[in-house]
T-cell receptor
């Protein structure tokens, strides 16, 4: 089966750094994705990891360890607009390689002044 | 083309009525997905199309749900005899099989069944 776990809520201060963790179990791993979703809006793509290591994109970085079934999203220099839900999703090789994503429940990040 | 487009953005319907939602994917994307998202949860996969072929359906998709993508472009999702439990955000996403790993989501259709 597939299972993705991430914390439900986190709070951080403007200007600080926050790390959102995600652990997963899947039968056929084919990539891990992070999406940002503001309330009432569509998820927007942030990052993609398929190999172990760190991917950096401006203020956002994402790390993957396939052997540990673990990823994190690192947000630096937090801004108030970063308050949102952050969704961890895994793409599974199964089912004929459809590319469907299995999502965690999301981590609601609140950035405080 | 500015992205994935969904219509309507909001739909309120009475229990027992039928509803239909439309999704226009990014034009060069041949893969199209429908997901459902309830409050406080991540999106859950419903169904997948590659071009006009519906290649996978989730067990979440009961017999009251049907999806089509007749010409491999836009897609529709119909819910018959709606129930209060169908109230959710219905999200459409598209991606390219050739490259670009990410799926891009539309704004979603928020369905409220009263």
């Amino acid at each position: 089966g597939q299972n993705i776990d991430q914390p439900t809520e986190m709070t951080a201060t403007e200007g600080a750094i926050v790390q959102i963790n995600c652990t997963y179990q899947t039968s056929g791993f084919n990539g891990l994705f992070w999406y940002q979703q503001h309330a009432g809006e569509a998820p927007t793509f942030l990052s993609y990891n398929v190999l172990d290591g760190l991917e950096e994109k401006g203020r956002f970085s994402s790390f993957l360890s396939r052997s540990k079934g673990y990823s994190y999203l690192l947000l630096k220099e937090l801004q108030m607009k970063d308050s949102a839900s952050y969704l961890c999703a895994v793409r599974d090789h199964g089912s004929g390689n459809t590319g469907k994503l299995i999502f965690g429940q999301g981590t609601t990040l609140q950035v405080k002044p | 083309d500015t992205g994935v487009s969904q219509d309507p953005r909001h739909k309120i319907t009475k229990r027992g009525q039928n509803v239909t939602f439309r999704c226009d994917p990014i034009s060069e994307h041949n893969r199209l997905y429908w997901y459902r998202q309830t409050l406080g949860q991540g999106p859950e996969f419903l169904t997948y199309f590659q071009n006009e072929a519906q290649l996978e359906k989730s067990r979440l998709l009961s017999d009251r749900f049907s999806a089509e993508r007749p010409k491999g472009s836009f897609s529709t999702l119909e819910i018959q005899r709606t129930e209060q439990g169908d109230s959710a955000m219905y999200l459409c996403a598209s991606s390219s099989a050739a490259g670009g790993p990410a799926a891009f989501f539309g704004q979603g259709t928020r369905l409220t069944v009263v």
